[in-house]
């Protein structure tokens, strides 16, 4: 095959950004310093590439696989990595790896944000001063106190593990669940999340999205959480099923609800509108510039990794 | 004197309920198993009852004090006691009992709440969602990471170290700033709030309001916190010169406020109304059932101390 000279000069190893139009890599050009990058399947790189970075939600499907055929690592920019055909990955001998632990402080900080929020009602408080009802109505509504509260962490991997270490500090109990009983942790173990939502005030779903896992938070375990129980979701939208999350609220069923994601984003169930203690957000647990930082770093590091020989950073586990 | 009958037969020590109409004491049946309870200095109780209960922010003046000239103990409902005249009681040799640790964790988790509402823009971005904008905006602006952020308290007592205790389970570093130095605290001491601003992000006040702390975060203070430094206030109003805090906000000169307390609540700046980088809330960060819990214990505590000759469970101490 011939080569053309400047290939021949640049010691950098090619590098697939692999991005639905939606999704940049705001690393783009710290990356340019170690690989050279290109963006597009059709390219004829594709066909000699050894790795791939796979842009946020970006789907790697077989037939993604097909176009690559000396593919041998998928580098993933997020932590739980749904959107990629595992079984295919692993089936063609190609290595995942995810964003590891570059996000996990900063999504356990926005668990503990949307707790303490539904608990005490900050975002709902924001709204009735904003609104001027404060001088009208006078006090508002108690909230209720999170020191105390048993908390029920679901996939206690990374992100759960800095999540039970802050609430804690609060006063909070802490158990989980989790696929196996984790060896190494003290906290009590519940083999499947119906038990553990009967034994909790709050469950923090915090696991990768799987066959196993979709709709792990069902209607069973919401009316085993209870009137005064919380769902907080940092996850996944699909980990929930929704349209019972709603139901539950509407009616009363259920405390109240944090969530960062959703099944169908960025679609999110008008119901939830009308409802104080239901905290919203646009699946923004992970945005900071010091997760970018960190995010920057892993992708390198498993980039130089693999093209070294040498372990990878962040070999993706499923918890 | 005369006495009545059923005066004699009733062992409970009269205690006057002393309160502005807008604030009512939620425990007034719990304490009457075990006080005779009154609550109108005109009552012909006054001159001989020995105890009262402040609620709230009632005012208690040397005007009070004329008509209760057997009073020696004052049992306020709340941590900061900036309503009482503090050397009038002194004078009269009455003693000060205030809420003790009683708010002190819901207070401290209300700060973190808050803190973390600025940072990662939660409030916000529940407004965001509920507007309706995610659909149409697309990403929402990154907010930044609480790990790492040094944390500067102004004013550690009770409350400030609950707050201290929280953010380093954070990943946050800590310095303070009191009236006097702790022996018994590890974490840096600055003797003036302005060297405190210098070397933090974040500057949590929650020390008490006296003459020597009205005003304390003045517009030297806000200059040396600086362009992306953040105020939180779970402390009094008055503790902040407003009007600067809103001139450093409307023009982007300080990064952002939470603020549960206002120096003329319930009104509150409406310049403030338009701003994402603050959180706005009506003075309800002791506000939980089990605060009210806490409290009723402490008040009957310092009660039936008062009346036995024990000493006071919680003396008002300044910080």
Same mark, same amino acid.
């Given at each position: ?12 190893? !090619? ?9 940049? *890599? ?46 041998? *690592?998928?580098?993933? @920019? ?35 944000? !949307? ?45 759960? @593990?800095?999540?039970?270490?802050? !609430?804690?500090?609060? $006063? ?5 669940? @989790? ?46 959480? $209870? ?93």
């Amino acid at each position: 095959m011939a080569t053309e000279d400047n290939e021949v000069e640049d010691p950098r190893p !090619l590098v697939l950004i692999h991005n639905l139009p939606s999704f940049k *890599l705001p690393l783009q050009d710290r990356l340019i310093t170690h690989f050279r990058l290109f963006d597009s399947l059709a390219s004829p790189e594709a066909s000699s590439v050894r790795a791939l970075i796979c842009v946020g939600p970006t789907p790697v499907t077989a037939d993604t696989l097909d176009h690559l055929p000396s593919l041998r *690592l998928v580098v993933g @920019s997020s932590a739980g990595l749904d959107h990629v055909d595992l079984a295919e990955c692993r089936r063609r001998g190609i290595a995942v790896t995810n964003s590891g632990d570059a996000y996990s402080e900063n999504v356990a900080d926005y668990a503990v944000a !949307l707790l303490l929020d539904v608990l005490r009602r900050v975002s709902a408080a924001d709204r009735f001063v904003r609104s001027g009802l404060w001088p009208q109505m006078g006090e508002y509504p108690l909230g209720c106190k999170l020191g105390g509260k048993r908390i029920g962490i679901v996939g206690l991997g990374s992100i759960g @593990s800095e999540v039970a270490k802050r !609430l804690v500090a609060f $006063g909070c109990t802490v158990a989980y669940n @989790s696929r196996n009983k984790k060896p190494s942790v003290m906290y009590p173990y519940y083999a499947n999340v119906h038990d553990l939502a009967v034994n909790s005030d709050v469950l923090i779903v915090c696991c990768a999205l799987t066959n196993e896992t979709h709709h792990i938070i069902n209607k069973d375990v919401l009316t085993a959480l $209870g009137r005064e129980g919380v769902i907080i979701n940092v996850g996944r939208g699909a980990l929930v099923d929704e349209k019972e999350l709603v139901q539950f609220l509407v009616q009363g069923e259920i405390g109240g609800a944090g969530l960062d994601v959703f099944e169908n984003e960025p679609k999110v169930p008008k119901e939830l509108f009308a409802l104080d203690n239901v905290v919203l957000s646009p699946h923004l647990a992970v945005l900071t510039p010091e997760s970018f930082e960190a995010l920057n770093k892993v992708i390198i590091a498993n980039l130089k990794a693999f093209f070294s020989n040498k372990p990878l950073l962040s070999p993706f586990q499923q918890e």
